[in-house]
């Protein structure tokens, strides 16, 4: 997904990916476990509730702290619909660090890519994607190489969640969570369903999010902006994540523009 419908790398990959790694509960780094699977449902309204569809799936969690590598494979489909997602990466002293992330989505027969490189050693990460706008089906295709900041971690979705549920993400003195993420440029003025062919590149950028107890179910409850990430997100209504007290996601829901909303269920 650049951006195909409802920028589905966007939102099902960033809101999605970012969720089901949310949802992992606290595990010990020093131990190998088997692996997990979780259930997952995601509604998605869009238009005005003149088009809905569903993606139900699951993720394979397989964690070896011993070897220092983790693996998270997500799948989902629906009517029109099918995913998948594979996410790859090191542990290096309990800090989780993206190797490689690679998708591959469908929607009504328009196809999207996403690849995802991470080269430490030169300090580079290798980008590609492509896929289409919702109403036009225009394609829009992004190839860059990024250069890491030398100063601080780079996480992609899964890496922030499994940072997030291991205690291992950045906080700020004011207590909000903080992580960099990559992100496709878009040039100004342009809107969830414009092409600007030769002025995508990939820039990295900060992303801060609040968690706070609620006081009569001892639930955590936070706030992202994803209008960062996707086109279709809007900055005054930023997504609500709800977490268990032992930091597992149960559910997250968004608004975006034109009357479309995304909610999200983990089982």
């Known amino acids: 997904m650049s951006e195909p419908p409802l920028s589905r790398r966007a939102v099902l990959l960033g809101l999605g990916s970012l969720a089901l790694g949310l949802s992992f509960p606290r595990r010990a780094a020093a131990t190998t476990l088997a692996p997990r699977t979780f259930d997952y ?31 998270v494979l997500i799948t989902g489909s629906g009517t029109g619909v099918t995913s998948r997602i594979e996410a790859r990466g090191l542990i290096d002293n309990g800090r ?85 993420v990559l992100r496709r440029t878009r040039p100004r003025g342009e809107g969830p369903d414009d092409v600007t062919p030769g002025a995508y590149r990939v820039e990295v950028v900060p992303v801060r999010f609040q968690v706070e107890p609620d006081p009569g179910s001892g639930k955590l409850i936070a706030q992202m902006d994803m209008s960062g990430w996707s086109s279709w997100a809007r900055a005054d209504q930023p997504a609500r994540l709800v977490f268990t007290p032992e930091r597992r996601l149960e559910s997250i829901e968004s608004r975006l523009i034109w009357g479309s909303d995304l909610r999200m269920r983990l089982s």
């Open 41 to 71: 449902r995601v509604d998605i309204s869009m238009l005005f509730s003149l088009l809905r569809y569903s993606v139900g799936g699951s993720m394979v969690e397989e964690v070896d702290a011993q070897a220092g590598r983790y693996r």
């Open 96 to 180: 989780y660090r993206p190797l490689e992330l690679k998708s591959a989505h469908s929607f009504v027969g328009r196809p999207s890519a996403l690849s995802i490189t991470y080269d430490y050693a030169r300090g580079l990460v290798d980008y590609h994607a492509v896929g289409h706008t919702l109403l036009s089906g225009r394609r829009r295709q992004v190839d860059d190489v990024v250069v890491l900041p030398p100063d601080r971690p780079v996480d992609d979705a899964v890496s922030a969640g499994l940072n997030f549920a291991a205690g291992r993400l950045e906080q700020d003195p004011d207590g909000a969570y903080r992580m960099s």
